[in-house]
Structure formats: C-alpha cells, structure tokens
C-alpha cells in the first residue's frame, strides 16, 4: 500500500516561507493498492497537484472517498482537471451529511456565484455511492468507515491490504461527542494494532481549554494518547493549523516523542506533510 499526501493543511490553504516544509494545501490523501488502484480521500486545495499528475500518467479510474463537506476538503475539486475529461470514471463514495447528500453538496461547491462550471456539465462520469457504514474493496484492499465526530458529521476510514493498516482519522475531537460521532473508545477499537494512524491533531492543549472546545478538532496530545493505547506502529499529526509554522509543527512533534519516551512506546511519530510519501 503506498500512501502519499497532497494536503495536510486544516481550515483554509495557507503559503509563506514558514509553511515550507510541511506545505499549505488543505486535506488531499492518495492510497494505492499493490494492483496500483487509485483511491483518493477529500478534494482540498492539494487535488489540483494530484489532477495534474494523474493526467501526466493517463489515469482515468478512480474511487474518491470524502471524509466531510466542509470547505477545505472540497474547496480544490472545481480545479481537479480529470473531473473535466469525458475518459474520467469516478466512483464517489461519501456519507448523507448535515447539509445533505453528497451529490447535492458536491454541486453546491460550483454553483453560480461560486464557480462558471457547473457539476452537471462535468464531462467524467460520476457515480455517487452514499454509505455512512462503508464496506467495499478496491481490488485486494478493503475500506471501512466510522463516523466521525465533528460538526455536520463526517466519516474517517481504514485501509487494509496484505496484513497492514492505515487509519485516517482527520477532523475528529475526541473529547466531545458531535451528534452523528461515536465514543473515544470506538476509535481506539478502529485503530488497534494499525500500522499508521494518521489523526486530527488541530490545537494545543491550551488552545482547546480557552476557547476551541467544540469545535471539532483534537488537541495533539489527545491524539497522542489515542495512538499509544491503540498501539499503532506510527502516528501522524494532522489537519494542522493554518497559523501554525513549520518550527512550531516541531515542536509539537517533539514533545510527543518526548511523552512516548517517557512511557516507554516506541513509535514512529511525525507530522504528516505535504507531498509526503510511505508505504507499508
């Protein structure tokens, strides 16, 4: 299974100098199975790069899967340039959400004001699968779902393929339940034993008790203490703030590996980069 980001960015796409090395794209994941099926997770500002790429490779067949409709997970589909090629077939697989199913979201991101482009007269081919409870294989690979807890609901998912796991888990506060969301220990159950969990970890500890409590995102250390008790071989911080720099990143980074030291876990532990690429 190979894996690499094109957006790790939360909120709002961001550039500058001291966003550099772990770049300014909002949530775009691309997964390959070992048959290189193409899956792709959120259509943030980061899927343009990825268009432009698959275009190059002459990669037409895709299975898209949306965690959420928030802006910064749909926000670059209108400039993912497949979508306006008539050889492009996409299988779209995304949950009924708060503001409606997923083709009536999708079509409201380019509508008039918004965009000149119409979702309709998008020249691919679009088949729209709504499951809050997915179970499909993408050939040997499996993905399964659980819903997120986040405002307007969302859903995270599991990748497994030939005995190893990727669990991604973007957008999703743990300390409080969003109606649609599940407990803190249904996700550590979803996360057990994977071999990269890659989880919200939006905030400071400080920042989440002032002010963003709600909100639904994760303070890194919450996030931490999930991948330590699920016993994953490496975590992934992600979803990062658009005002947090790359210094600060580090810093978040290496007190989590501090605490791991300290309780005795031996992980690989990073903050989840833009163009960033692992296979398990």
Known sequence: MF?????SRGSIPVSGPEYNRFGGDTTCIEIR???????????????????????????????????????????????FKPVYMPQTTLQIHGCPFEMGDLFKVLQQVMNAPYFPVQYGELLSTRNHSLACDLEIMVGGMSINSIPLS???KGQGFKFEEKG???????????????????????????????????????????????????????????????????????????????????????????????IAAQRGVDMEIFAMAQDQEITL
């Open 3 to 7: 894996i690499r980001c094109w957006g």
């Open 33 to 79: 199975n070992d048959d290189d099926d193409i899956v792709v997770v959120d259509a943030g500002s980061g899927i343009r790069r990825l268009g432009n790429l698959l275009l190059k490779e002459g990669r037409f067949d895709l299975t898209m899967l949306f965690t959420h409709a928030h802006w910064d997970h749909v926000l670059g589909l209108p400039f």
């Open 150 to 152: 986040h405002p307007n």
């Open 164 to 258: 190893k796991s990727f669990v991604f888990l973007t957008d999703n506060e743990l300390d409080f339940e969003h109606p649609g969301g599940t407990t803190y220990e249904d996700y550590l159950a979803f996360s057990k034993g994977a071999d990269l969990l890659v989880h919200d970890a939006e905030y400071l500890p400080t920042e989440y008790e002032k002010l963003t409590r709600g909100w639904g995102h994760t303070t890194y250390t919450r996030a931490l203490e999930l991948a330590i008790e699920a016993k994953v071989r490496a975590f992934g911080l992600f979803h990062l703030n658009q005002d947090r720099t790359d210094e600060q990143v580090d810093a978040m980074v290496e007190d989590c590996r501090r």
